[in-house]
């Protein structure tokens, strides 16, 4: 069973005409992780950002970046994103036909390698690639938007995950995303996820990102 908690936000709800300052105030309030929601509008239907706005932050904090790309044909886009400076790169599996060579590629780029799993898809879908992977992403909303309820079935395949990943003996962390909260994510952190991705619960916080961040973390570590 994973203890660690890793708080990683997104910066989907930041304010765009701020966002260096935004991730310098992440980094300051102690999150662990910056995540990059990145959106095509083919694979879900929302646009946001690609390589060169993830590029043009890099050299202003030291957190890892993770780029989560919501996108069709992401084996194509992946250079671009180690060139930005991404430390992991994670796919969805339902837009990988050839799961197991993109994320050998994304590797031989020199970036950590993980999946993400719409609500819909088994965790079975990544039953035989655990050796490729640093990280499983469970979507605990479906993809596209920002501000979605948590969808509290998803546990269950989180457990199934950590399951097998303990089973497997390879090395791989569970994460999150979606409408994780103060009020989610001890339930998320108790079915076996170690990593947090939150972005409205701490972009909304009027009392500012130290609290939420802290807020986030001392929630999960009580489950």
Not at 63 to 85: D, K, Q, S
Not at 98 to 106: K, M
Request: aromatic letters at 6%; charged letters at 20%.
């Amino acid at each position: 069973m994973a203890s660690e908690v890793l708080i990683a936000p997104s910066v989907l709800p930041a304010d765009f005409a701020r966002l260096g300052e935004e991730c310098i105030g992440l980094e300051k309030a102690g999150a662990d992780r910056i995540h990059w929601d990145v959106m095509d509008g083919r694979f879900v239907p929302n646009l946001t950002f690609g390589p060169d706005v993830i590029a043009s932050i890099r050299s202003l904090v030291s957190l890892p970046f993770e780029a989560h790309l919501m996108v069709e044909e992401p084996h194509e886009l992946a250079p671009r994103y180690a060139e930005a400076g991404c430390e992991l790169l994670t796919v969805h599996a339902e837009a990988c036909p050839h799961l197991h060579r993109t994320l050998g590629a994304i590797r031989e780029l020199g970036m950590d390698a993980g999946v993400a799993l719409n609500p819909a898809t088994p965790a079975s879908a990544v039953a035989h690639v655990l050796d490729l992977c640093q990280l499983v992403l469970v979507m605990t909303v479906n993809p596209g938007w920002g501000g979605q309820s948590y969808i509290a079935s998803m546990e269950s395949k989180v457990a199934e995950l950590r399951a097998m990943i303990d089973k497997s003996g390879y090395e791989v962390e569970v994460e999150v995303d979606g409408g994780i909260g103060p009020a989610t994510i001890a339930a998320a952190a108790g079915a076996g996820a170690e990593v947090f991705v939150a972005g409205s619960a701490v972009f909304s916080d009027d009392l500012g990102f130290n609290h939420a961040i802290s807020q986030l973390r001392e929630a999960a570590a009580a489950r």
